[in-house]
Structure formats: structure tokens, C-alpha cells
């Protein structure tokens, strides 16, 4: 041997050395559990990640069973998946809940690689109990929002069924009456002005009720539909707001004239756009509403602006659409009119964009694919 030289043979422990401190180091330090177990049912060596989290010594963890520190409620799946194991099948992505000495429960998600000769089980665990809980904070929230959907369909059906028998009556009422006999001509016109809108109102309740019987069958009726004449049916129905609050209304449909599109819901994002326009006037001036038509690449826009009392965006756009979301302090406000505009353009597969500043009105953009 050259003087000066080591052994090959001490090279090579120092490399293996070097390499078991490196596995130990990792072994130590992983924030995932890492963990040999013996088909007998006992850990055999784990890291402190398993301590950590659970709570227990090590000597504690390893005196023990390990079903010990399962859940009572996954010790029957753990035990079936663990005979799979001891017959040499790997186990990956398996989940099950462990408790911890001071009883909170935590999720981890297996991979675990059996050796039959030496009959353990080499497993690694990563601590999913944050996913988890999102996930049932999510099946909570979405359970709770079926139930709201299904209570508010079920109540819109009541509603609009117990109003067509009045509504009935009434319009038999104004088939009783015999204008004639009537001969001042200011009379006249309010009886004929209260018929029209009883006769609407009979028209869009038989309309809605139509509607709710198409969306249970998952199938909402479109039809092309003029915009002028669908606003006329709107405007005509409100006849009286709008004298009496001295709202101007511009229409420019220059762009397109027709859309396909549902009629109710067409209607309905009229009405509640353009009375929530006039209800939230600006105090200082009367109510301008502007209503026009704009063609964007492939993208057709109705767009639907007011010089009203706006609101703050920053503070109240996630929450714009969202029902019974209220914003102004008026007792008729109920926080139901933008959520069904909102509900309608996605029904139609649109999308509603906002734009609004406070005391210098708003502009609600309905977008949606041209048809023709």
C-alpha cells in the first residue's frame, strides 16, 4: 500500500456513513410521518413527526397496538386494508383518522410498501386533516345552499299559486264593470290604467308559473324576442312609477334589435333594473336611465346604466348579486331584485358585469355569445 493512502475499504464505510447520516437526517427531520410497522400490529421504528402530532411519547407509541390511537369509527376499514398489506398488495392514497392524546381527531393519507420476508410495512403519512375540513365545510355549505335553492323554489311555487286565483278575480271584476256609466274622464283613465297593469300582472304570474314548470324539467324555453317590444310590455306596466318620479328612459338598440332569450326572464331583468334605477334615484335630481345595445368582438351587450345613488364597489362587490344583500337604508328593500337579474343571465348562460360609484349612479353590462 502507497504510503499516504487510506484502505479502499475505509472510503467505502465513509460513504456509507455519509449516506446513512443523510437518510437518518431526512428521516428526522420530514414533516411527514415516516414510520415502519410489524404485522404483528406495533410500530418498529417511527420519526418525531408521528410524536409531534399526536402527542404521545415515542416509547408511548411504541408499547402499544397501533389500532390503539386509530378512531374507533376506522378501525374496521384500517384492519381489512392491513391483511391486504401482509399479503403483499402496496396500499396508496388510503385515509384514515387517528386521535391524539388530547382527543382531536386528524386525517392522514397512506402509502405504505409491505416486506413479506421480514414481515413489516414501510409507510409514509402526510397530514391532510386541513383538507378534510375544507372539504366539509364545503359538502356543509353546498348541502345548505341546496336546501335554500329547493325552499326558495318551493316557496316561489306557493306564491305564485296562491296569486292567480285573485288575480283571476280581479280581472273577472274589471269584465263586471261597465265603463261606460263612468263619466269623469280622469276616473276613466285609472280604471283603464289599473286594468292594464291587473292584466300584465295576470300575464307574468301565468308566465312565471310556466317557467317553474320548464325548470324542473332542467329545460328553460328560449324564443327570439324583440328588445323594444319586450321593454314597451315592461315600461307600459310601471306606467305610473315612471310619470310619477319623473324618470327619463333613452333606448338605443341600434346595435341588435333581437335576442334569444327567455321572455319571463328578459321581462324580469327589465322590471327589477329599471325600478331599483327609480327606487334608489339620487335625491338632487330626477332618474335617467339609459338602455342600449353594443356589439364586442363575438360578445353581445344590453347595457343598462342610471345616474342614482350608486354604492361603494370596494366594500360590496362580492356581495352585489348575493341574496338579501341590502345596501341602502330603505324599509321596501328586500335584497331580492339584482339576485334574480344575476340568476337569470347565468340561466341564459350571460354573464352581468357592475360598475358604480356613489352618488354618480350605476351601469349593470349583460354579456352573452351572439346567436346569428
Known amino acids: 500500500m502507497e504510503q499516504g493512502k487510506r484502505p479502499k475499504y475505509i472510503n467505502i464505510l465513509k460513504d456509507q456513513y455519509f449516506e446513512y447520516e443523510q437518510l437518518n437526517k431526512f428521516f428526522e427531520l420530514s414533516a411527514d410521518w415516516i414510520c415502519i410497522a ?10 418525531p413527526a408521528v410524536s409531534d402530532l399526536l402527542g404521545y411519547t415515542t416509547a408511548e407509541l ?27 398488495k402496496p396500499l396508496v392514497n388510503f385515509e384514515n383518522r387517528y386521535q391524539t392524546k388530547s382527543g382531536e381527531v386528524v386525517w392522514l393519507s397512506w402509502t405504505s410498501i409491505p416486506d413479506i420476508e421480514r414481515e413489516v410495512v414501510f409507510a409514509i403519512a402526510k397530514n391532510v386533516t386541513g383538507k378534510k375540513r375544507q372539504e366539509e365545510e364545503r359538502n356543509i355549505f353546498t348541502a345548505n345552499l341546496s336546501k335554500i335553492n329547493e325552499d326558495l323554489k318551493q316557496f316561489t311555487r306557493m306564491t305564485s299559486h296562491d296569486m292567480r286565483s285573485p288575480v283571476s278575480n280581479l ?37 312565471f308559473v310556466d317557467v317553474l314548470i320548464e325548470n324542473d324539467k332542467l ?8 328588445l323594444a317590444v319586450c321593454l ?13 318620479s319623473h324618470t327619463a328612459i333613452a333606448v338605443d338598440f341600434s346595435a341588435f334589435e333581437d335576442i334569444l332569450f327567455n321572455r319571463f326572464y328578459l321581462e324580469s331583468i327589465f ?22 345595445t353594443r356589439v364586442v368582438n363575438d360578445t353581445c351587450q344590453l347595457i343598462i346604466a342610471d345616474n342614482g345613488l350608486g354604492f361603494d364597489l370596494d366594500k360590496v362587490r362580492d356581495r352585489v348579486f348575493g341574496l ?4 341602502h337604508n330603505r324599509s321596501d328593500s328586500k335584497g331580492i331584485g339584482l339576485h334574480l337579474v344575476y340568476t337569470h343571465v347565468n340561466a341564459m348562460g350571460g354573464h352581468i358585469s357592475i360598475n358604480s360609484k356613489v352618488n354618480e349612479g350605476t351601469t349593470f353590462t349583460i354579456s352573452f355569445k351572439r346567436t346569428k
Open 171 to 207: 280581472m273577472s271584476l274589471f269584465s263586471l264593470l261597465d265603463v261606460s256609466k263612468i263619466a269623469d274622464p280622469e276616473t276613466l283613465e285609472l280604471v283603464s290604467l289599473i286594468k292594464k297593469t291587473s292584466e300584465h300582472l295576470h300575464k307574468t304570474v301565468n308566465n
Open 324 to 327: 338579501y344583500q341590502v345596501f
Open 232 to 244: 314597451d310590455g315592461v315600461t307600459e306596466s310601471i306606467k305610473s312609477l315612471i310619470a310619477e
Open 271 to 292: 322590471l327589477n333594473l329599471i325600478t331599483n334605477s327609480i327606487k334608489y334615484s339620487h335625491p338632487d335630481q330626477y332618474p335617467k336611465i339609459s338602455i342600449a
Open 38 to 47: 410489524g404485522f404483528d400490529g406495533y410500530f418498529k421504528k417511527i420519526n
Open 219 to 226: 329545460k328553460v324555453p328560449v324564443e327570439d324576442l324583440n
Open 62 to 88: 411504541m408499547s402499544r397496538p397501533i389500532n390503539d390511537f386509530i378512531h374507533t369509527d376506522d378501525q374496521t376499514i384500517t384492519s381489512s386494508s392491513r391483511s391486504n398489506i401482509h399479503k403483499g
